[in-house]
């Protein structure tokens, strides 16, 4: 069972990483099911108010951004309908349960800083302007459960530095 539950999660990234390059859209089943997955997976470690301080980071983190938008186009916006998708943040509170709060502010700034390179390195193959954040998000998520289950090191709920 618990080979097959991360069969299912590898799939389910592999699945956002294609419909997010290829249409910018992901399914919203997909970021339920790695929610649901590794929360169960995780369940013996899981500290709750590490969801609930995760959550909180990315709500903190929308408000700013929302305002940072407001403020630079002078009139009160949407991110998401103009900057950022609902998929994305779909995406970003699905994958709580796989960190604790310390290693999620980690994937969150270190992942935003895979995708800017990714991006800035494929840019003139796409056509659109959008970034594939769930995507390339999910591609980074794929990369640390491979050096997790690698090396003798839990990147997700252990210390990393």
Do not use: C, E, W
């Amino acid at each position: 069972m618990y080979y097959i539950l991360h069969v299912l999660i590898l799939l389910s990234f592999g699945v956002m990483i294609y419909q997010d390059i290829t249409s910018r859209h992901i399914h919203i089943v997909l970021p339920i099911l790695i929610f649901g997955i590794s929360f169960y997976l995780n369940m013996d470690v899981i500290d709750y108010l590490d969801i609930i301080k995760s959550t909180s980071f990315l709500v903190i983190n929308f408000i700013v951004i929302t305002v940072y938008f407001t403020i630079k186009k002078t009139k009160l916006l949407n991110p998401f309908k103009h900057y950022i998708g609902i998929g994305d943040l779909l995406f970003l509170i699905g994958v709580t349960p796989m960190f604790s709060f310390r290693n999620y502010v980690l994937f969150f700034i270190t992942g935003m800083l895979f995708t800017l390179i990714i991006y800035a390195i494929f840019k003139k193959k796409y056509k659109q302007d959008t970034i594939p954040l769930a995507g390339y998000l999910s591609i980074f998520a794929l990369i640390l459960i491979v050096v997790d289950f690698s090396f003798p090191i839990n990147l997700f709920y252990g210390f990393i530095f």
